[in-house]
């Protein structure tokens, strides 16, 4: 990676966690976030608010738990080098301790497919994982349990992880998985919500692949596709 494409990388990361607390899913100094890059991955370093956080504050870590820069990595470290490591596909990780997330991850409630979105975190739920002691090893093998067939996770008592090939697809998600929270915190409130049969859940994430692939969602079931003119 080039000096100038570390140094983009490093201000589009400081913009999102800026933008991860303007959106109200996290507050103060919780939550961090990562990117992969050439020498390992860039991590937000502990203790510090985002408003004050220049591109210069990111650390700068290797897959054996080394690290260079200014200032000390996340507490957190530990599952963002996990995750990285073990999901190739990824290429970033951002954590958050937003509201109604950790409302649910405080009770260790797997969100259940009571709405078909649900299937956004890749599955038919967003487990949520045993509780850990923050910043040890122990959070991130449950982290890592948790996220497994998954984009993201819930974690007990703590709040919540989402991934993504970028930066904005894993603020998206983590946003989504925020509503989808509150739905459901809300939707009890009425009495326990009917949740959607696994099969049913399998054709949503079908219907989902097509739209990546850049297909329609019905293409391959629906005979009066409207037709092009």
Not at 8 to 14: G, N
Not at 58 to 66: E, I, K, N, S, Y
Not at 73 to 88: T, V
Not at 208 to 218: E, I, L, Q, V
């Amino acid at each position: 990676m080039s000096a100038t494409d570390d140094a983009a990388l490093r201000e589009e990361m400081v913009a999102t966690c800026r933008r991860m607390n303007a959106s109200g899913i996290n507050q103060g100094t919780a939550g961090n976030l990562s990117v992969r890059n050439a020498g390992g991955f860039l991590v937000t370093p502990t203790s510090l608010p985002y408003e004050r956080m220049q591109p210069s504050d990111l650390v700068q870590m290797r897959f054996d738990g080394t690290f260079e820069g200014a200032r000390r990595p996340s507490s957190e470290w530990r599952f963002h080098r996990d995750i990285l490591a073990a999901r190739p596909e990824i290429d970033c990780v951002l954590h958050c301790h937003s509201v109604y997330a950790t409302t649910l991850a405080v009770h260790h409630v797997t969100i259940p497919s009571f709405h078909y979105m649900v299937a956004v975190a890749g599955g038919t739920t967003i487990r949520c994982s045993r509780y850990e002691t923050f910043g040890t090893q122990a959070l991130s093998d449950a982290a890592i349990e948790a996220l497994e067939g998954r984009l993201a996770c819930l974690l007990g008592q703590h709040g919540q992880i989402a991934l993504g090939r970028t930066q904005e697809a894993a603020l998206a998600l983590a946003i989504e998985v925020e509503t989808l929270a509150r739905l459901y915190v809300q939707a009890r409130v009425l009495g326990e919500p009917t949740v959607l049969p696994d099969e049913e859940m399998e054709r949503v994430l079908q219907q989902m692949r097509n739209m990546s692939y850049g297909h329609a969602p019905d293409l391959a079931d629906v005979s009066d596709t409207p037709q092009a003119r």
